[in-house]
Antibody, heavy 118, light 110 residues
Framework: QVQLVQSGAEMKRPGASVKVSCKAS????????IHWVRQAPGQRLEWMGW????????KYSQKLQDRVTITRDTSASIAYMDLSSLRFEDTAVYYC???????????WGQGTLVTVSS | QSALTQPPSVSGSPGQSVTISCTGT?????????VSWYQQPPGTAPKLMIY???NRPSGVPDRFSGSKSGNTASLTISGLQAEDEADYYC??????????FGEGTKLTVL
């Protein structure tokens, strides 16, 4: 069965970087794009960016494009999201999700809580 | 890019129908049939309910349906059940920045 399993919770200082992994199984990894979405406590979902897993092309939200990098390792079926220069407002649950069709996210990781605290 | 506009809350009694709207612009909802809807109970990851405006993934009950008119997409839930109580989010492709989510709507089953 399709599964996306994310790395564990992280606590970081302001200004640091965090890298969250998303290991896919149960389907051909390169056949579906991966999106990253975050949700601050009590807030709405926020789209961060996506990667075409087949060719590695990426697109990022304008708000985060200077600080976020999405990559993948096709040999290990893992996607990564790297967020730099962390701020208190980056405290959120970070999700990876697989795309079906034109933009529907049909399978989601369990979420990774990233806490930015001094 | 602002979020798509959704009502903060809707409610209905078991068995009734409710509709949640999602208003964007002619740069997103109005120009692309790439609107999705997600259900998110508290403390869980979102679940895809509708994609490409009207398509239901396998396993989603046919009580859930999607539509679009102009810059506004809608999710209709008929035969409301207690288990439908959750937050609902729409999302759309947008020519300017990629993808955008709605503000979210809390559905209460009375």
């Amino acid at each position: 069965q399709v599964q996306l399993v994310q790395s564990g919770a992280e606590m970081k200082r302001p200004g640091a970087s965090v890298k969250v992994s998303c290991k896919a199984s149960g389907y051909p990894f390169t056949s579906h794009a991966i999106h990253w979405v975050r949700q601050a406590p009590g807030q709405r979902l926020e789209w961060m960016g996506w990667i075409n897993v087949g060719n590695g092309n990426t697109k990022y939200s304008q708000k985060l494009q200077d600080r976020v990098t999405i990559t993948r390792d096709t040999s290990a079926s893992i996607a990564y999201m790297d967020l730099s220069s962390l701020r208190f407002e980056d405290t959120a649950v970070y999700y990876c999700a697989r795309v079906v069709g034109f933009g529907g996210l049909d399978y989601w990781g369990q979420g990774t809580l990233v806490t930015v605290s001094s | 890019q602002s979020a798509l506009t959704q009502p903060p809350s809707v409610s209905g009694s078991p068995g009734q129908s409710v509709t949640i709207s999602c208003t964007g612009t002619n740069s997103d909802v109005g120009s692309y049939n790439r609107v999705s809807w997600y259900q998110q109970p508290p403390g869980t990851a979102p679940k895809l309910m509708i994609y490409e405006v009207t398509n239901r993934p396998s396993g989603v009950p046919d009580r859930f349906s999607g539509s679009k008119s102009g810059n506004t997409a809608s999710l209709t839930i008929s035969g409301l059940q207690a288990e439908d109580e959750a937050d609902y989010y729409c999302s759309s492709y947008t020519s300017s920045i990629g993808w955008v989510f709605g503000e979210g709507t809390k559905l209460t089953v009375l």
